[in-house]
């Protein structure tokens, strides 16, 4: 079990915006940034959102990170269909003394 | 652009060692810490260890998982990440992708290769 929780899946429809949340605690996102990936199945992952809420140069200006607290948010606002992916959080943990993943959303665009 | 590229992966027995690499290609990572994440087939993603370059002292930390049998090194002259797995477990079937870790971040993984994948089966 994941030291991050994120909801198994979520959907949306073209043009719509959704978010993806990723709950842990005070070892992990309560004092360290979050970043988030892209991961398309049978490809690697890509860093959509680094620091909480900073995009690296190329990533659209659609995705946008927040956090509060203990959890953070990846919203995608547009839907678009090559948004179908697999989107994973990710923060430093104390209590382990290196990164730890989230277990991971599959988004489906209907 | 920049490129990473792991080799080195294949189907093992359990108690076998096999050593991967990761050459970058288009760059030089010299100055970079680096890192390998691991994901199981059909799971999530993994932190295996990283490296730190050689002017912040080029030290490694482990995940727990593999602390004891992996090790991580680098060869600045080649370009090159290795990941040296020893003892191996059918657990630690994967495909293996190194990372440049994020400047100003101690662990953010921000380029990725593409993988490669170890299958350790009897």
């Known amino acids: 079990q994941s030291m991050l929780t994120q909801p198994p899946s979520a959907s949306g429809t073209p043009g719509q915006r959704i978010t993806i949340s990723c709950s842990g605690s005070?070892?992990?996102?309560?004092?360290?940034?979050v970043f988030w990936y892209k991961q398309v199945p049978g490809t690697a992952p890509k860093v959509l959102i680094y620091n909480y809420n900073q995009r690296p140069s190329g990533v659209p200006d659609r995705f946008s990170g927040s956090h509060s607290g203990t959890s953070a948010s990846l919203a995608i606002s547009g839907l678009r269909s090559e948004d179908e992916a697999h989107y994973y959080c990710?923060?430093?943990?104390?209590?382990?003394?290196?990164?730890?993943f989230g277990g991971g959303t599959r988004l489906t665009v209907l | 652009e920049v490129q990473l590229v792991e080799s080195g992966g294949g189907l093992v027995e359990p108690g076998d060692s096999l050593r991967l690499s990761c050459v970058c290609s288009?760059?030089?990572?010299?100055?970079?810490?680096l890192s390998w994440v691991r994901q199981a087939p059909g799971k999530g993603l993994e932190w295996v260890g990283r490296?730190?370059?050689?002017?912040?002292?080029?030290?490694?930390d482990y995940a727990a998982p593999v602390k004891d049998r992996f090790i991580i090194s680098r060869d600045d002259s080649k370009n090159t990440l290795f990941l040296q797995m020893n003892t191996l477990r059918t657990e630690d079937t994967a495909t293996y992708y190194c990372t440049t870790i994020l400047p100003g971040s101690r662990w953010g993984f921000h380029v990725w290769g593409r993988g490669t994948l170890v299958t350790v089966s009897s």
């Open positions: 005070s070892s992990n996102i309560g004092n360290h940034y």
């Open positions: 288009g760059c030089s990572l010299i100055n970079a810490w």
């Open positions: 990710a923060a430093w943990d104390d209590s382990l003394s290196g990164p730890v």
């Open positions: 490296i730190k370059n050689e002017a912040d002292g080029g030290t490694t």
